[in-house]
């Protein structure tokens, strides 16, 4: 009777942690983001600055978020990332020129801090309730999945939307929706079970440790900087998506069924990620995935230059495309770092990847920021293209410790 209430627990705690993730990732206003906050008083190259600050902002919280939900509990800090993400979208609505949405985009941060290594540590120890961890990447990729599909679905629509009810009301919408999150979040079981203890240490103390520990382990480090690397490179190759298909005078309203084809790619990829990597091998599918960054940096340069309208819409497409298997890359070396650590540490160890994985995105996006305003959107991509090289780097130092 005992078991029979664990699965039925488990099972209901995934259906809710789909559902917020569902509204959480409802982004109505992300196919034309750049043209609404460029209309609220911003430049290009500001947006660009925004969301390195943005990732700036997320690595300040991402070890505290962690640890806190390792020693308290991971359900409130779910319900705390929801809360905050909420209020991170009405402020954005209300704001005009940079002060104010860095603003609204700095407590996004803080949210996108509190879900990173929550929302996937929590799910791990809630199967671990049945002993169905290993079950992990499925599971955790169909939570993905109901996310992607969100984003696919609110990026066809505010596409559609912003012509008739503006930027403005497409935020208000989006605050209502991510509210329903926090509602969703207030109903997952308790993981009372997992609770790290800290003897004769401060708390702060206790998370450098865990972090400190987890930077010189070498499994560890190299599982976690490849797949950083390549997030920062997949962000930036969505963010400039915009500018490029502008430039190559692809029409407005098609910008939500491109960055839709996007997020639909990313629910294909977090839905069938077990079965990439079982059918390929681990380090298969990490170098199609390095090849496929380079197919998107060539595909983008080439479409601000093709006069044939056709080819610029495939060329385009495959832009749009690559950036998402950001999503299998992350599901893949995150299931690897799960199977090496200690439920007491997972959310710091989530975190702590999680932190280096915005660092370098941050940087990346300051770097372009410049590169855009000052070079313009082809030598930023040279530039891109060029920079690939620290990826196969990372690829080689990762090759030693992942089977094929």
Same mark, same amino acid.
């Given at each position: 009777m005992r078991k029979d209430k664990k699965s039925l627990s488990v099972k209901r705690g995934l259906r809710l942690l789909k559902l917020g993730w569902f509204c959480h990732n409802f982004m *109505?206003? $992300? &196919? @034309?983001?750049? $043209?609404?906050?460029? =209309?609220?008083?911003?430049?290009?190259?500001? %947006?660009?600055?925004? =969301?390195?600050? %943005? +990732?700036?902002?997320? !690595?300040?919280?991402?070890? &505290?978020?962690?640890?806190?939900?390792? !020693?308290?509990? +991971?359900? +409130?800090? #779910?319900?705390?990332?929801? !809360?905050?993400?909420?209020?991170?979208?009405?402020?954005?609505?209300?704001?005009?020129? %940079?002060?104010?949405?860095? #603003?609204?985009?700095?407590? *996004?941060? @803080?949210?996108?801090? *509190? %879900?990173?290594?929550?929302?996937?540590?929590?799910t791990y120890d809630l199967l671990k309730r049945t002993n169905s961890q290993k079950n992990f990447l499925r599971e955790y990729g169909s939570v993905n999945t109901f996310g992607d599909i969100a984003a696919f679905v609110g990026t066809v629509l505010g596409g559609m939307l912003y012509a008739g009810v503006g930027g403005e009301m497409l935020l208000w919408i989006e605050t209502s929706i991510a509210a329903i999150a926090v509602f969703a979040y207030l109903f997952v079981p308790e993981l009372t079970e997992i609770k790290r203890v800290v003897n004769h240490k401060t708390a702060v103390a206790d998370a450098i440790g865990i972090t400190w520990k987890t930077i010189k382990n070498p499994k560890l480090r190299n599982f976690i900087i490849f797949p950083s690397i390549f997030g920062a490179f997949t962000i930036m190759l969505l963010w400039i998506m915009q500018p490029i298909m502008q430039t190559a005078a692809v029409p407005v309203s098609l910008f939500g069924f491109y960055v839709g084809a996007n997020q639909l790619s990313r629910a294909v990829f977090s839905k069938y990620a077990y079965k990439i990597c079982d059918r390929f091998g681990n380090m298969t599918t990490s170098v199609l995935s390095v090849l496929s960054v380079i197919l998107s940096i060539v595909a983008g340069i080439l479409a601000m230059y093709v006069n044939n309208m056709v080819a610029v819409y495939i060329l385009c497409a495959i832009l749009a495309f690559v950036p998402s298997m950001q999503s299998l890359v992350k599901l893949q070396y995150n299931t690897l770092i799960h199977d090496c650590v200690k439920s007491q540490e997972r959310g710091t160890v989530i975190s702590t990847r999680a932190m280096v994985s915005m660092i370098l995105g941050a940087v990346v996006l300051v770097i372009a920021k410049f590169l855009v305003d000052g070079l313009g959107l082809t030598a930023t991509m040279i530039c891109a293209l060029a920079a690939t090289i620290v990826l196969f780097w990372a690829l080689r130092k990762v090759s030693r410790f992942v089977k094929q």
């Open positions: *109505l206003i $992300l &196919p @034309v983001i750049v $043209l609404v906050y460029t =209309q609220k008083g911003i430049t290009v190259g500001d %947006f660009f600055l925004i =969301q390195g600050l %943005f +990732r700036i902002a997320a !690595v300040l919280f991402e070890i &505290p978020s962690g640890y806190m939900s390792d !020693v308290f509990s +991971r359900r +409130r800090i #779910l319900i705390y990332a929801a !809360v905050v993400a909420t209020l991170g979208f009405a402020t954005v609505a209300m704001a005009h020129g %940079f002060w104010g949405i860095m #603003l609204g985009e700095g407590l *996004l941060g @803080v949210s996108s801090a *509190l %879900f990173s290594g929550t929302l996937e540590a929590y």
